[in-house]
């Protein structure tokens, strides 16, 4: 149950755009009653998030340094989360994860997330 499945990474230009994908499947509740986020983590670093969304309310949480250059978005139908990356650096070279929290807003931080995806790897160059 409760299984995440990233697609869409892979390696960029700097000034580069890549549309990450996750399906999720096996929720126990209805998709409206969770919170998703990606959660991106560099070697040695501790994750951060980066998107995160209510399924229920459409709400959105961007932290600042990703306010108008990464965008999330989830399809109902096929109960698949999004992220949309623009004008992606060097600095945005890491692992992606998807991740997914039963509650009624945005979860704020990684510790928020009870299941997760295995991670989709982006590599951006100079």
């Known amino acids: 149950e409760h299984y995440l499945a990233e697609s869409g990474g892979g390696s960029v230009q700097d000034g580069g755009s890549l549309t990450l994908s996750c399906a999720a499947s096996g929720f126990r509740y209805s998709p409206s009653r969770y919170a998703m986020g990606w959660i991106r983590q560099v070697p040695g670093k501790e994750r951060e998030t980066v998107a995160s969304l209510h399924i229920g309310t459409g709400a959105t949480f961007y932290p600042d340094a990703f306010k108008g250059r990464f965008t999330i978005s989830h399809d109902t139908a096929t109960n698949t989360l999004y992220l949309r990356m623009n004008n992606l650096t060097p600095g945005d070279t890491a692992m992606y994860y998807c991740?997914?929290?039963?509650?009624?807003?945005?979860?704020?931080?990684?510790?928020?997330?009870?299941?997760w995806g295995q991670g989709t790897q982006v590599t951006v160059s100079s």
């Open positions: 991740a997914a929290v039963r509650m009624n807003n945005v979860a704020y931080t990684p510790s928020g997330y009870h299941y």
